[in-house]
Each structure stands twice: as structure tokens, then as C-alpha cells.
């Protein structure tokens, strides 16, 4: 008698790479590492950036994970294992607030990169979140384990897609710390001080949301930034991507817990308004920095149009420009609907420009939801006001040079002050008008269909660099490492 005997396929489960569950603040913090140990793994593997020797395998559940080895025969494999340990205790400090892996091709130019990896941390005090009876931060493990997952397969699929790499390419790294918490002459093991606070890019490029993973005590997203044209994919394929860049993959911002209860925080623009009813009167309903809900309509304003810069400054009830009763900036009483909206839309460009070096017409456009030609008389508006300036050199590729300290010190004390300040809102009034942007908002059709961040053929969509815009209202300084690895 024979008996047939069918073996089970060996199948890596969670616990084999990841913890098995992230119910206090150090096993999230374990968690946290391991995943971007992980994914920068599996990411350098899939771009084929270092020999298949510098890899051990692992397997969690259907996939099949590199990891790589700090023990490999490959030097530069075994350098960036050094940086990401060196990280770890930043991470456990939360000191660090988002990290870049960027890789280019002149080794006289390392801030100019042909394509790069983002990831961003969020420090929770372990309580789950609700907004409206509805949980907006997830602390079950199940959905940490099925987010991870997620983000792993997409990290997968979006790498296929990518055209090869250069031969010539080298790799480098960024890190960008919540300055109120870190000391300032705090750098991780190989690491100094940045030269440059943000990285550049080669080409008009796009940057895709591949992923968030949340846990009570930190969350993590991650995304790729690459030149608009380099996919090579399948129809479904690009619509996936298209789907992960127009913002449709939704955020989870973080609601205050302040007394107020009327302030809500997030550091990503979307395009669709999210879960938050965002009706401004700037003529935008994406979510962009601090947002605070009118006691009237219970919609959702920007608190930069209303001179709010923080939220000490948010006052107990707020009432909206377009809601009958006291509103919350006196000075609007005196300026016709355009104005206001152009009034608003103008405090929302100044402050958006205290974040970058160098703007472009089309970058301002896509970052504030507007039209290109509204973009282009704040720029001419700028400019007129010495906020920002023409380069010397013809680099008019890489934008207008931004003046940050003018706009800090006159721009600020200008256009933010307190509502009860009327001759400065007089004055804002004038000098709008004198620009010619109130007279035109109106023909322009500012609050007319949201422009999708997807780059079209013609690459007329663009994009902020990814830590511009995942630090909204934060103070970062920023490490680079000392030596980049050469591939």
C-alpha cells in the first residue's frame, strides 16, 4: 500500500521579518525600521543597483523580499546598510523627519538627480484618532500588515515599469530633521551638513504616492519621484500610476487635539477636497496646511487666507468671508468678493514660497490649484516686489530665485498682520490692484476644474519636490552623507 504525501510549499510569514505586533511605542519603533530597512532593499534590487550576491532572500507570505547583507562582498551595499542603521537612532529620538535616496549622474552635481525614493515619518502618542465618529489613524495590526503588504507590491509594480537605470549612476542620501526637537549639531554616523536644503531634478517629473503605514505610534509614507516619461508600461499600468499621482490614493491627515476642535493639520495638497469639506475663499477646496472649519456653514478654510500662520494664533469660533456675522479677518469687510479671493490667494503664494529656493510658473500653479495664466501675474506681481528674482545666469529652467528673508521680515509684516490692523489692509487692497491680478481672477476662472498632477505629453504638470512638500509648517534642517556610493 502506498500512501501519497503532498509537502506544503514553505511560505515566510509576518513574524519572519516583521514584529508581531506594534502595541507599544518601542515595538513600532522596531516595526518602523525594519519596513524601511526593507523597502530600500527591495527598491535598490529591483533597480538593479547592486549584484545579486549583496542580497539575502526573504519571503513574507506570495512575496519574494531582498534584503541586503551589511556582510556582502559589495562595498556599496554594505555602505548604505550604514546609513540606514545610522538612522535608526534618530528614528528612536524622533528626531528624524523624512528621508531621500536619490540617485544621479555627475559626480561633480550630487543635488541634481535623475530619480528619487521619499519616505516621511509621523510620531503619534499612541492614541487612535477620530474626525467626525470616523477612525482616521488605524492602530490594528491587521491593517498595518495589509498596508505593508500594499506597499511592498506597489513598490514592486511601479519599479517594472521603469526604464534601466545608467550605467554611470551613484547613489546618495538625504535626511531632513524636525528642528524644534533635534539638537543643532546633530548628525547621524556619516552624515553632515547639507549644502543644500532640497534636491533638483534633471526633467519635468512626477511624484507617485506609493504607500502609507500607520501604526498608533508613527506612520510612514513613502513615494518615487522620477522624469514624467520614464515608464515604459501597459495601459492598466499607467492608469495605475496616473490613479497613485493624482492624489485619488487618499491621505490620512491628523486632526487636532486642540481645545478649539476646529483645527486640522495635514502636509500633502490634495486635489479632490479628501475627507474634509474645504470651501475657502481663496477659491481652492484642496487641503493645504492648517485648515479651520467656519461655525456657520461647517466648511473648511485655509488659515492662511485668513492670516492665521499657526495654531496658537486660531481664534475660538471661526466664521468664513462667505458666511453672514463677524468674520474672522476684519479687513475683507472692505474689499469686494474678487478682491478678497485675490487677497487670500496672494497670502497663500507668499507663505508657499518661504518652503522652496527656486519657483516656476507652472510649479506655483499646480501647488496652489490654480490657472497657469493667475500663476503667471503672481509671478509678474512677485518679481515687482522683489519676493523673488530672475537668475543672473540663463537657469531659467530651474525657476525664480526665491527671497526668503524679504518675504519673512517685509512680506509677513505686510500681508499677516493682525485683522485689526485696517491700513495695512488698505494697502493690500492698493497694491493689488495696482498689479492687475484683481482685475483679471474673475475672466481667468480661478475656482474652475482641479488640474490633475499628472504630467501630460506636453509635461505641463509639475510637481514641488517631494520635501517641499511634505514639510508644510515645519522648521527642517537637513543631512547629507559624507562619501556616495558609486555603482
Not at 552624515?191 to 503605514?213: C, H, L, P, Q, R
Not at 507668499?350 to 509671478?379: G, Y
Request: with cysteine.
Amino acid at each position: 500500500m502506498a500512501t501519497a504525501v503532498c509537502h506544503r510549499q514553505e511560505v515566510g510569514t509576518w513574524q519572519s521579518i516583521f514584529p508581531a505586533d506594534q502595541l507599544t511605542g518601542q515595538k513600532s519603533a522596531f516595526f518602523v525600521k525594519k519596513l524601511l530597512a526593507v523597502s530600500v532593499s527591495y527598491l535598490t534590487y529591483l533597480r538593479n543597483i547592486f549584484p545579486e550576491n549583496a542580497y539575502s532572500n526573504r519571503n513574507m507570505e506570495d512575496l519574494e523580499l531582498k534584503i541586503l547583507s551589511d556582510s556582502s562582498s559589495c562595498p556599496g551595499a554594505n555602505k548604505v546598510c550604514h546609513w540606514i542603521r545610522s538612522c535608526f537612532e534618530a528614528l528612536d529620538k524622533k528626531f528624524l523627519n523624512s528621508l531621500v535616496l536619490g540617485l544621479y549622474v555627475d559626480p561633480a552635481d550630487s543635488n541634481t538627480l535623475l530619480e528619487s525614493y521619499s519616505f516621511k515619518f509621523n510620531y503619534e502618542d499612541g492614541v487612535d484618532i477620530y474626525h467626525n465618529d470616523k477612525k482616521i489613524l488605524s492602530s490594528d495590526t491587521e491593517n498595518t500588515k495589509k498596508t505593508t503588504t500594499t506597499l511592498l507590491r506597489t513598490i514592486l509594480v511601479l519599479t517594472q515599469g521603469l526604464k534601466p537605470l545608467p550605467d554611470n549612476v551613484m547613489l546618495t542620501m538625504k535626511l531632513y530633521f524636525n528642528d524644534e526637537v533635534t539638537p543643532p549639531d546633530y548628525h547621524p554616523a556619516g552624515f553632515m551638513e547639507a549644502k543644500s536644503d532640497d534636491f533638483m531634478y534633471e526633467d519635468e517629473t512626477i511624484n507617485i504616492k506609493v504607500g502609507e503605514v500607520s501604526t498608533k505610534f508613527h506612520s510612514v509614507k513613502m513615494r518615487i519621484r522620477t522624469k514624467c516619461h520614464n515608464f515604459d508600461l501597459s495601459p492598466d499600468a499607467k492608469d495605475i500610476v496616473a490613479e497613485l499621482t493624482d492624489g485619488s490614493q487618499e491621505e490620512k491627515p491628523m486632526e487636532s487635539t486642540s481645545p478649539a476642535d476646529t483645527v486640522m493639520t495635514t502636509t500633502t495638497p490634495k486635489t479632490d477636497g479628501g475627507s474634509y469639506d474645504v470651501d475657502c475663499v481663496c477659491g481652492s477646496s484642496i487641503e493645504d496646511g492648517m485648515l479651520i472649519m467656519c461655525v456657520s456653514c461647517e466648511k473648511w478654510s485655509h488659515g492662511l487666507c485668513y492670516r492665521i500662520l499657526d495654531s496658537v494664533a486660531v481664534p475660538d469660533t471661526h466664521t468664513c468671508a462667505k458666511c453672514p456675522g463677524e468674520c474672522t479677518d476684519t479687513s475683507f469687510k472692505k474689499l469686494d468678493k474678487i478682491t478678497v479671493q485675490a487677497t487670500a490667494l496672494w497670502r497663500r503664494a507668499l507663505f508657499t514660497l518661504t518652503e522652496v529656493k527656486r519657483v516656476k510658473e507652472a510649479e506655483l500653479a499646480q501647488r496652489l490649484d490654480i490657472d497657469i495664466e493667475v500663476a503667471k501675474k503672481l509671478i509678474t506681481r512677485l518679481i515687482s516686489e522683489r519676493f523673488i528674482r530672475v537668475p543672473a545666469k540663463n537657469t531659467s529652467k530651474f525657476g525664480y530665485i526665491v527671497n526668503k528673508t524679504e518675504i519673512t521680515k517685509r512680506g509677513f509684516r505686510t500681508y499677516f498682520t493682525s485683522p485689526s490692523s485696517q491700513s495695512q489692509s488698505l494697502s493690500l487692497y492698493d497694491s493689488l490692484n495696482d498689479s492687475g491680478l484683481v482685475q483679471d481672477t474673475e475672466s481667468l476662472k480661478l475656482t474652475g476644474e482641479k488640474r490633475k498632477r499628472v504630467a501630460d505629453e506636453n509635461g505641463d504638470s509639475f510637481e514641488l519636490s517631494s520635501s517641499q512638500s511634505w514639510t508644510k509648517g515645519k522648521r527642517l534642517r537637513s543631512s547629507e552623507i559624507r562619501t556616495p556610493v558609486r555603482l
